[in-house]
């Protein structure tokens, strides 16, 4: 089945305390971009990639880092998360270009205290 | 740059009446536009897409939208709505260029469907 898989899906933390949030998809695709969605501001990009070792910033990349080693994954960094960060995050993928149907993971919900 | 407007937070609607949910967009090139669903305490799953040629767009769950250059708009429609589908949808835009598949969403609009 294709797919989009984040793991976790719900994480609890203190500030301070670095997490990593797991992208996989078994699609092949090329691009892959990471959201953030807030209510009333809809998903606002943190990052993308175009490929393997492409990465680049989105709209909202500050406190962020990303990593594609692996065209199959693209995990999300917090080094030092703060209760803004607070928020309900999913990756997407698909293959390149900007007609593509972007395919959603199911969420990761993140809450720093 | 791009960006996306939805009009209206939250719709609610009685079960079988029709409903309207409206996008407007704004984008210095030709752009795609989409229309993305979210179910309770899901993903988000793509109802249809306007790439070119016809204007009114068909998709999945009887929903369609009609895609009006001179108004840059992309207001998604249903003639008859169910309960199961009260979600909240995202209108999102990924225009021509070098933007290699950014999308830029709006607000949402969260559609309540009541018996």
């Known amino acids: 089945e294709a797919q989009v898989t984040q793991n976790p899906r719900y994480l609890i933390t203190v500030t301070g305390k670095k997490l990593t949030v797991t992208c996989s998809q078994n699609?092949?695709?090329?691009?892959m971009s990471w959201y953030r969605q807030d209510p009333g501001l809809g998903l606002r990009q943190i990052y993308y990639s175009m490929n393997v070792e492409v990465t680049d910033k989105g709209d909202v990349p500050e406190g962020y880092k990303v990593s594609r080693k692996e065209k199959r994954n693209f995990p999300l960094i917090l080094e030092s998360p703060s209760p803004n960060q607070t928020s309900l995050y999913f990756c997407?993928?698909?293959?390149?270009?900007?007609?593509?149907?972007?395919?959603f993971g199911p969420g990761t919900r993140l809450l720093v205290l | 740059a791009q960006s996306v407007t939805q009009l209206d937070s939250q719709v609610p609607v009685f079960e079988e009446a029709p409903v309207e949910l409206r996008c407007n967009y704004s984008s210095s090139v030709s752009v795609y536009l989409f229309w993305y669903v979210q179910y309770p305490n899901q993903g988000l799953q793509l109802l249809l897409k306007y790439l070119s040629g016809s204007t009114l767009v068909k998709g999945i769950n009887g929903f369609e939208a009609e895609f009006n250059k001179s108004q840059t708009s992309f207001h998604l429609r249903k003639p008859s709505v169910h309960i199961s589908d009260t979600a909240e949808y995202f209108c999102a835009v990924s225009a021509g260029g070098t933007s290699y598949g950014k999308l830029t969403f709006g607000q949402g609009t969260i559609l309540t469907v009541h018996p």
């Open positions: 997407a993928s698909s293959r390149q270009g900007n007609q593509e149907t972007q395919y």
């Open positions: 699609m092949n695709h090329e691009y």
